[in-house]
């Protein structure tokens, strides 16, 4: 299983890019690193996917060096209702995954 | 297409009654995960049901239990509630045919112990 390292906090000011990094430095062949985010009192929602390299979408960027031991989630430009709880998550789609959410990275941004 | 649905939204129980909360997946995903929040505690994995079984569990007591229907929906079971159960208590649905995943989760019950 997994085991994943994050920031407890940080703060950004609006329009700047923020970077949000994750150890996880018994990754498994199989796992994946997903990102999750989490606004008060809702559930946690989807932002980003990826194995190996750099994936990106309409929200965020994910970076993963080749030894995979970590991650990097980029928001670009952020605004005020980016604040919010960042998790990162490794496993597969077997379970393993489940028991590694952890308190994540509160973000908040400063207008 | 409906995302995760929980019911209720909100309840409050006094010490020593049980509870149970029910969570119907988005359609045709087979997978259903248990997760208690709390703010000192973050979120913590209670326990998956796949396919109407048990496939994980967390390190939570046997006063939390769980279920899950042919048609994927399920329920989790708290007896003799204590001050601590009270917390937000998500569900999370996954396809869960691929090796990658993605959870989605619903809004929550928030669960309140007096």
């Known amino acids: 299983l997994a085991k994943t390292t994050q920031p407890i906090s940080m703060d950004s000011y609006e329009g700047q890019e923020v970077n949000i990094t994750c150890s996880h430095n018994?990754?498994?062949?199989?796992?994946?690193i997903t990102w999750y985010q989490q606004f008060p009192s809702q559930g946690p929602r989807f932002i980003i996917q990826?194995?190996?390299t750099k994936v990106t979408n309409e929200v965020a960027s994910l970076f993963i060096p080749a030894d995979r031991k970590s991650s990097t989630l980029s928001l670009p430009r952020v605004s005020l209702s980016d604040t919010a709880v960042y998790y990162c998550?490794?496993?597969?789609?077997?379970?393993?995954?489940?028991?590694?959410f952890g308190k994540g990275n509160q973000v908040v941004v400063i207008p | 297409k409906a995302g995760v649905t929980q019911t209720p939204r909100y309840l409050i129980k006094t010490r020593g009654q049980q509870v149970t909360l029910s969570c119907s997946p988005i359609?045709?995903?087979?997978?259903v995960s248990w997760y208690q929040q709390t703010p000192g505690q973050g979120l913590q994995f209670l326990f998956e049901?796949?396919?109407?079984?048990?496939?994980n569990k967390g390190n939570f007591p046997g006063r939390f239990s769980g279920r899950q229907f042919s048609n994927s929906r399920s329920e989790m079971n708290v007896s003799t509630l204590e001050l601590g159960d009270s917390a937000l208590y998500l569900c999370?649905?996954?396809?869960?045919?691929?090796?990658?995943?993605?959870?989605?989760f619903g809004p929550g019950t928030r669960l309140l112990v007096l």
């Open positions: 999370a649905s996954s396809l869960a045919i691929r090796r990658e995943e993605t959870q989605y």
């Open positions: 018994n990754i498994a062949t199989n796992d994946y």
């Open positions: 990826g194995y190996k």
């Open positions: 998550l490794v496993g597969d789609c077997y379970g393993n995954n489940r028991l590694a």
């Open positions: 359609s045709g995903h087979r997978s």
């Open positions: 049901y796949f396919s109407e079984t048990q496939r």
